[in-house]
């Protein structure tokens, strides 16, 4: 009897489905495009300080900042409440959202290697990046957790892997997020295996004999557009065809030059050619610095640092043979000179800032998680906070031509931004909210002090929960009891309150409770999980539930133990 | 259109992003100099001003000039090598017989400690060469040894003459015959390789001629290879050719011939001395080692004789290194040649001097202490024709570069932040170099 109705609302929920078939499933709109963000802090430099503002955002755009609006009645209100608004981060190079590619195989198959087909030597000039990018990569989500909402984001390869694009880091599919489907063109000084141009020496001069051909293509075709009688039909060349913008400087170079080296080989191609270029995820400035500045070159220095000298711990516990090797004058001198050598690292940033040449941040290949220690060592080394958060936003919009439409926060921009617990570069602050193109995205902060230990036992007792599947409201209530550090729990249908049912694969770790259940329907059986951020009287969580879907839990504490 | 087509040649002519090195002045006083065009000059002093020689004589005396006492010392001009591979990033694009078009002057490394080494023995010029992996390797640069200058650009000796490099023999053969299985696999496809593209530049030319005489509409393609090996024809590329046996050179010679090809220099050349008054008659140079050979087969026929037999038959000869190790110490180098062949001191030094300077095309500038050359001079405390000779002070442009009494552990310009053990304490023997292949491993053999 019980069970018959337990399983009538489930089919309920079945039944539902093929009614709304019309919808798209996969395109739910959100409830409101409105969001009103009541009372955060906005930083202010020159006087250093904090404004305390409301910010309205409309269909992804930033409609208005100011203090004490009045927010619209059907916007989805967000407590700014000692939270921080920051614009949110650019990434200015990297290959967010392009999966790393399978190990290739041990050497091409061709059959001269002098003469390998453009593929195989790396001259792929008209590959779009955005074809090679996958919505749902893991580095797009990251990227948007550590606060960014663009990416630059280049292919990946060798000499010539094709043009870079900008994409919004949010969207079910890649066109939904591009931004600029093609805003570069990527050079690396980086051969090709076993073929040629195998060397830096023959992929500068391959990119010579490129730039002029382009120039000769392209004046053959105007030629013959112009007039076609007793000439010879210039025959199509793809790889010519996308670099034809780049020698009439319609599009720019991205030079991948992490090395002081190759930022003068860089440098030496870009006097001799004549094309715009923007020095990419460089690592090292300072030898070239003066060049840099008096051409008032775009510079968009690398994120990542050689690790920190790690003093030795073997000092401490004083054992003899470590002993030994720390007298060795030879090896203290190279320890000096290592650490000499990551200071200078850490210390371009700040020369770029002294010597006001503009520069911006790349994320390629580097973790976004260690922003932030990163960015202390470069702050520490003498880079002003203001330049830093500049990189990474207004000089990243400007550098790659996005000003108007992002890398501040501004009416009328882009409604990219993340909320933090505090300012942004203090230790202890941590990214609650990141806002791209108005969807909100909040995260669960790690609360290192309230965080309930698994010893707590604080949760035992009866809960109340309510869910909403697809439009039928569930409520009903949650037992937990624990015996012998076991917990147990039993889950109660206000629609079949005389059938509790027993859960399976309890944990409680760091505040979520985990557990999973079965309903019975028709002749089978429905799985359900559950995972539940407690936080002391009340919980949010999600139900998944079978085939048809996760929905949101939430619930709170009736009672305690009666015990 | 005419423009784009000598554009390649043009940015060799009026060098990149210009790059003023620096220059220096410095009085030496009191020394033995060795001038090469002027004998050997005793108790003598030499004025350095704006990085060029100002005056020799007596009892020169200027105002604030930084002064060296090089009493009982003797002072001779930089010692040049004509044939070596420190300083760059890259020696061989081992994918192609024929590769005019790469240029090691693109792969200059200002870290090389070897530029500091080099300068410990007293040299301050080298000829940055391709390896001879292929028949035509690519295009050289001659480099100073600024040491301590962090742009490449800085360490070109500006208005060198242009080179490159060809390869004879064996080498070429393995890599492309026996590694790619395509020409050349004999000493007849290397002289194939030459004559192939010499005419295929011929045709190139021609092509680009009638374009620009209004002959055709349409540009010819270009062709970044054909415009080097062009180079070679018009006569603004001069060749320095790895050679062995007598046979090969001589084979190269009636090549360069039939193409009215007038300059050459031979490399190690190890065969020179039976072919020697040939060279001399079509006025080829000769560049060898002192007494190197019987590391490969078709370098058992050989003889300590070779610079002197060449010199003797009035073939410009210099002797070279090919090694980091041997650029060392060039000075006893040429020594050798006076055990092996009685050449006077004067011959010796010619050899790893002003000869270099004729092969390279500099020798108006450097090779000798003349007034008005380049300030590239190098003080040893004993004659440097001596075993016991070590080099004192060594000056660039009139820069100190080397100074034995300031001369730390570790002089890298640079350290890796993450290197373990320090990389300069890694062995050096020219033994186990060979130089001329490096970077072919994998092509020859990660099969």
Redesign the interface.
């Known amino acids: 009897m019980h069970k018959k109705l337990f399983f009538a609302i489930v089919s309920v929920f079945i039944l539902i489905k093929p009614g709304l078939a019309q919808t798209d499933y996969n395109n739910v709109p959100d409830v409101t495009g409105k969001i009103f963000i009541n009372d955060v802090y906005l930083k202010q430099y020159n006087p250093d300080t904090f404004l305390i503002h409301d910010i309205l955002i409309d269909n992804g755009i930033i409609k208005n900042i100011a203090p004490a609006m009045e927010a619209p009645f059907d916007a989805r209100i967000i407590e700014g409440d000692s939270i921080y608004a920051y614009s949110a981060f650019i990434d200015a190079f990297s290959h967010t959202g392009i999966p790393q590619p399978e190990r290739r195989q041990?050497?091409p198959d061709v059959q001269?290697?002098?003469?390998p087909p453009n593929d195989i030597a790396g001259i792929t000039p008209e590959k779009m990046a955005f074809k090679d990018i996958k919505a749902n990569d893991k580095s797009i989500a990251a990227l948007r957790k550590s606060g960014f909402a663009v990416s630059h984001v280049v292919p990946r390869g060798n000499m010539l892997p094709g043009q870079g694009c900008i994409i919004s880091l949010k969207g079910d599919s890649v066109e939904d997020m591009i931004l600029d489907e093609s805003s570069s063109c990527l050079f690396q000084l980086r051969g090709a295996?076993?073929?040629?141009?195998?060397?830096?020496?023959?992929v500068?001069?391959?990119w010579?004999?490129l730039n002029?051909?382009a120039?000769?293509y392209s004046?053959?075709n105007k030629?013959?557009a112009l007039d076609p009688v007793?000439?010879?039909r210039?025959v199509m060349n793809s790889v010519l065809d996308a670099l034809v913008p780049v020698v009439e400087n319609r599009r720019r170079v991205f030079s991948h030059a992490q090395s002081?080296?190759d930022v003068?080989?860089s440098?030496?191609l870009q006097?001799?050619l004549g094309y715009d270029v923007v020095l990419s995820n460089v690592r090292r400035v300072e030898?070239?610095i003066e060049?840099l500045s008096q051409d008032k070159m775009h510079i968009i220095l690398s994120t990542e640092l050689?690790?920190a000298?790690k003093e030795d711990k073997k000092k401490e516990k004083g054992n003899e043979e470590s002993a030994k090797e720390e007298s060795d004058p030879?090896r203290e001198?190279?320890l000096e000179?290592?650490k000499?050598?990551?200071k200078e690292?850490e210390s371009q940033a700040a020369l770029l800032e002294s010597k006001d040449v503009r520069f911006a941040f790349s994320m390629m290949d580097f973790k976004a998680t260690d922003l932030k220690a990163n960015l202390e060592r470069m702050i520490a080394a003498g880079l002003s906070e203001q330049a830093a958060m500049n990189a990474l936003t207004i000089n990243a919009a400007e550098i790659l031509g996005l000003e108007k439409i992002c890398g501040s926060l501004e009416k009328g921009k882009m409604a990219n931004l993340f909320l933090s617990t505090g300012p942004y570069l203090d230790k202890e602050s941590s990214i609650k909210y990141s806002i791209v193109e108005g969807h909100v995205e909040e995260y669960e902060i790690r609360k290192k002090k309230r965080a309930l230990s698994n010893s707590d036992n604080s949760i035992e007792g009866t809960w109340s929960f309510s869910i909403d599947v697809m439009g039928d409201l569930n409520t009903g209530k949650i037992v937990i009891t624990k015996e012998a550090d076991q917990y147990e729990v039993n889950i109660i249908n206000d629609a079949a309150p005389d059938d509790p049912r027993p859960c399976s694969d309890i944990s409680f770790e760091y505040g979520t409770l985990s557990l999973s259940l079965i309903v019975p329907y028709e002749d089978g059986d429905l799985p359900v999980q559950l995972s539940l951020d407690i936080d002391q009287d009340s919980f949010n969580g999600t139900a998944t539930i079978g085939q048809l879907g996760s929905f949101p839990i939430e619930g709170s504490k009736i009672s305690s133990p009666e015990n | 259109m005419k423009t784009l087509h000598i554009y390649f040649f043009v940015f060799f002519v009026f060098g990149l992003i210009s790059a003023q090195s620096e220059t220096g002045d410095v009085l030496i006083k009191n020394g033995t100099l060795i001038t090469i065009t002027d004998g050997v000059k005793e108790n003598t002093d030499l004025l350095i001003k704006n990085g060029k020689i100002d005056k020799i004589g007596k009892n020169i005396s200027t105002g604030d000039v930084k002064t060296i006492d090089a009493t009982g010392m003797y002072v001779m001009p930089g010692i040049i090598d004509a044939h070596s591979h420190i300083a760059i990033d890259a020696v061989n694009e081992g994918t192609n017989p024929n590769t005019a078009e790469v240029w090691v002057g693109d792969a200059l490394d200002p870290y090389d400690i070897n530029i500091y080494r080099a300068l410990a023995g007293g040299v301050t010029i080298s000829h940055a060469m391709h390896g001879s992996a292929n028949a035509i390797g690519g295009q050289c640069e001659t480099i100073k040894h600024r040491w301590g200058v962090m742009n490449p650009e800085e360490m070109r000796m500006e208005g060198a003459v242009r080179t490159i490099k060809f390869a004879l023999g064996e080498n070429p053969m393995r890599v492309h015959g026996e590694g790619g299985r395509i020409m050349p696999a004999t000493r007849m496809g290397v002289e194939q390789v030459f004559r192939n593209a010499f005419s295929e530049a011929q045709e190139y030319m021609k092509a680009w001629e009638d374009y620009d005489n209004g002959k055709s509409d349409m540009a010819p393609e270009y062709n970044i290879r054909m415009e080097a090996v062009s180079d070679i024809l018009k006569g603004d590329l001069m060749i320095h050719c790895h050679s062995y046996r007598a046979d090969e050179i001589l084979m190269l010679m009636n090549v360069l011939r039939d193409f009215g090809v007038e300059k050459i220099c031979f490399q190690h050349v190890n065969e020179g001395f039976k072919v020697a008054p040939e060279l001399a008659e079509f006025g080829a140079y000769a560049s060898v080692f002192s007494d190197w050979w019987a590391y490969k087969f078709e370098v058992y026929y050989s003889t300590a004789y070779n610079a002197a037999i060449l010199t003797k038959n009035g073939v410009i000869t210099s002797i070279n290194s090919d090694s980091r190790e041997l650029i060392r110490h060039l000075y006893h180098e040429a020594a050798k040649s006076q055990r092996y062949g009685g050449l006077t001191d004067n011959e010796a030094l010619r050899l790893i001097t002003l000869n270099p300077a004729i092969q390279l095309g500099i020798d108006d500038r450097v090779g000798s202490l003349e007034k008005g050359k380049d300030g590239d001079v190098v003080i040893f405390d004993k004659h440097p024709l001596s075993v016991y000779a070590i080099p004192q002070m060594t000056f660039v442009d009139g820069v100190v570069r080397f100074d034995i009494n300031s001369d730390p552990a570790d002089m890298r310009i640079e350290v890796d932040p993450n290197e373990t053990m320090p990389a300069f304490m890694e062995a050096v023997d020219h033994e186990h170099d060979d130089s001329c292949l490096q970077g072919l491993n994998e092509l020859l053999f990660d099969k």
């Open positions: 041990q050497r001269f290697r002098g003469f295996r076993g073929v040629y141009p195998s060397t830096v020496i023959a500068m001069a391959k010579r004999e002029r051909q120039e000769l004046a053959n030629s013959y007793s000439k010879e210039p002081n080296k003068y080989r440098l030496v006097s001799e030898p070239a060049a050689p690790d000298v030879r001198a190279l000179r290592k000499e050598s990551i690292f």
